[in-house]
Each structure stands twice: as C-alpha cells, then as structure tokens.
C-alpha cells in the first residue's frame, strides 16, 4: 500500500513540475520576466548563477588593470575620470551580486568561489596595461565590447539582471567614450603618443575579440540560455556586430587594426575578419595567461585586509537586530 502510495504522489510532483515548467516557458515565450519568487527550473537558476557571478567577478577583477594606472595619470583632470571609471566598476559588481543574492547565493560564497578559481572571469582582464594609452584602448575596445555584450541583456528573462544592466549599460557607455576621447587626444599629440596609442590597439584587439566566448560551434549552453532568454544573441552575432561598430571608429581614430584579414564584404553586409587564436583563449581562461595569479593574488590580499570591516559590519547589524527586537 504504502509503495503504491509513494508512486502516485511521485507521479504528481513530475506532473506538477511539469506544468510548471510549461508556464514557465510560456512566460519566457511572451517575453515576461522572470522574477525572484517565481518557479524556475534548477538548470536556469544555475545558469543565471553562474552567468551573472562570472559577470560580477569580470566587475571586480576589471578594476586592477585600469587602477594601476590611477596614481600616474598625466593630469587631474585623467585621474578624476579614471577614478570615477574604477569606481563605478566596483558598483556594477555590487548591482550583480546582489542580483544573485536574489537566487539564493551570497556574496561571500561567490567571492571565495571566485578566490578559489571555482570560478571564472573574463579573459580580458589577464592582460597588462603597460602604458596610459592602456586606460584609452580599455575604455574604447573593452568597454565597447562590454556594451554589445551587454545591451542586450537588459531584456533578460530574470528581471534583477535586466534591470542591473539597464543601469550599468549607462555607465559603460560613458566609459567607452571617454576611452575614445583619451585615444583622439593622444592622436592629436605628437608622433610617440599615437606610437603608444597603435602599439596599445596591437595589444587589446584580439583579446577584445575573445571577451564574446568560444565561437557558437564549440559554445554548448548557448541553445539553452537563448531558450531561456537569459541570451539574446549568439557569442558569434555579437562579436560581428562589435566589429562592424569598431572599424569605423579606428578609421575616425586613425589606427590600424591589425588583422590584414579585415575588410567589408558587400554581399554578408559585415565585415570579415581573421582567425581568433582559440588557443591563447582557453590558454588564458584556464588560468595561464599573462597575469592570472596576480590579479587573483591581490584580490586574495584585499580579502583578507577587509576581513575586519566584515566582521565589525556583521557586529553592527547583530546588534541593531538584537536591539530592534
Ligand atoms: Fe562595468
Ligand atoms: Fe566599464
């Protein structure tokens, strides 16, 4: 008795998880979003998990390359925007942890998850910025990819994320224009500031490249988060339109991108481009590339220095709760 009564309550749980399963699709479908209290299937709040945490970490980690560059900026005027730039960095990673949060995971967890290189973040930031045209070419190339990537998710199914992006996307726009506007400058100066300006384009193009993800073919869980709608468009879509955005701009800036593979086909309405080194990608993710374990040792560092503003915030809000009780 008690087996068969075990199976048909079994038989009701998949039932139920199925219709709501159903539903949710549905809602995705009609482009509703998706929001904290509502059911979602465990793969989806994992894929958000993971997606916006590596996000997150892209955040934090972004802010090394650029913030060596803060005490040596040429003027006060470079400083006050580079720091405003650091800055708001360090909010967007806040906005997408707390978007997280309301998936049920902690900062905390994420950041030692993060330490632990249990997770990952964008390849980019492996890269040195050896000289201040660094901080143009960041704003211009990185943010600007940053911004196709993102554009997009501001109409993701999960409703915090979205609304994250519609904020942090404002933010990167002002960052790719004052990157731009850095780089025009420096153009206009004398020949070893646009030396310094190609030499820096040489450097970040490719990587630029590679902040889109693995091409289609060899991105598995693309399919899925596009069903989902926590995707709008495919790595590859979005990198050809980063690049149709960008040539002109390098025309405008007057550097030459270096890829000799590069030029308008009239019949796809796109731009071509060489071939991506794959290698030095999964090279650099993996965790090999030129500043890896310093970008996490300082990270580590910071850590373990703010450890007593942790503790002595967790003391505060223990005692305001004991007190409001
Ligand atoms: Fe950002
Ligand atoms: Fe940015």
């Given at each position: 008795m008690?087996?068969?009564g075990?199976?048909?309550?079994?038989g009701?749980?998949r039932?139920d998880?199925?219709?709501?399963?159903a539903?949710?699709?549905?809602n995705i479908?009609?482009d509703?979003?998706?929001?904290?209290?509502?059911?979602?299937p465990d793969?989806y709040?994992r894929?958000?998990?993971?997606?916006?945490?590596q996000?997150?970490h892209s955040?934090?980690?972004?802010?090394?390359?650029?913030g060596?560059?803060?005490?040596?900026a040429p003027?006060?005027?470079?400083?006050?925007?580079?720091?405003?730039?650091?800055?708001?960095?360090?909010?967007?990673g806040?906005y997408l942890?707390?978007a997280?949060?309301?998936?049920?995971?902690d900062?905390?967890?994420l950041?030692?998850?993060l330490?632990?290189r249990?997770?990952?973040y964008s390849?980019?930031?492996?890269?040195?910025?050896l000289?201040f045209a660094?901080v143009?070419?960041i704003?211009?190339?990185?943010?600007?990819?940053?911004?196709?990537?993102?554009v997009p998710?501001?109409?993701?199914s999960y409703?915090?994320?979205a609304?994250?992006?519609?904020?942090?996307?404002?933010e990167e726009?002002?960052?790719?224009r004052q990157g731009?506007?850095?780089?025009?400058t420096?153009?206009?100066?004398?020949?070893e500031?646009?030396a310094?300006?190609?030499?820096?384009?040489?450097?970040?193009?490719w990587p630029?490249?590679?902040m889109?993800?693995?091409p289609?073919d060899?991105?598995p869980?693309?399919?899925?988060?596009?069903?989902?709608?926590i995707k709008?468009?495919?790595?590859?879509?979005?990198r050809?339109k980063?690049i149709?955005m960008t040539?002109p701009?390098?025309?405008?800036?007057?550097?030459?991108?270096?890829d000799?593979?590069?030029?308008?086909?009239?019949?796809?309405?796109?731009?071509?481009?060489g071939?991506?080194d794959?290698?030095?990608?999964?090279r650099?993710?993996?965790?090999d590339?030129?500043?890896?374990?310093q970008?996490l040792?300082?990270?580590?560092r910071?850590?373990?220095?703010?450890?007593?503003?942790r503790?002595?915030a967790?003391?505060?809000?223990?005692k305001?709760a004991?007190?409001?009780?």
């Open positions: 008690t087996t068969v075990a199976s048909a309550a079994d009701a749980t039932h998880a199925t219709s709501l399963e539903r949710f699709q549905r479908d009609r509703r979003r998706i929001e904290p209290r509502d059911w979602m793969g709040r894929t958000l998990v993971r997606q916006i945490a996000h997150a955040e934090i980690i972004g802010m090394q390359p650029e060596n560059w803060l005490t040596r003027s006060l005027r470079r400083k006050a925007i580079l720091l405003a730039k650091v800055q708001d960095e360090a909010g967007h806040m942890y707390a997280t949060e309301t998936l049920g995971v900062r905390g967890t950041t030692q998850k330490i632990d249990a997770q990952k390849s980019i930031f492996n890269y040195p910025t000289t660094d143009g070419t704003g211009w190339l990185v943010d600007g990819a940053a911004i196709c990537n993102q998710l501001c109409r993701s409703g915090p994320y609304r994250a992006m519609v904020r942090i996307c404002k726009s002002f960052h790719q731009f506007e850095l780089l025009l420096m153009m206009a100066g004398t020949a500031q646009r310094m300006v190609q030499e820096s384009v040489d450097r970040f193009w630029s490249l590679m889109f993800g693995p289609d060899a991105s869980n693309t399919a899925q988060s596009l069903r989902w709608g709008r468009d495919t790595n590859d879509e979005v050809q980063f149709d040539v701009q390098a025309e405008v800036l007057g550097v030459t991108l270096p000799p593979e590069l030029r308008w086909n009239e019949r796809r309405g796109h731009y071509d481009f071939a991506i794959w290698d030095e990608f999964t650099v993710v993996g965790g590339g030129p500043c890896n374990t970008r040792a300082t990270r580590r910071a850590h373990d220095e703010g450890a007593w503003v503790e002595a967790s003391a505060w809000a223990a305001h004991e007190r409001a009780r």
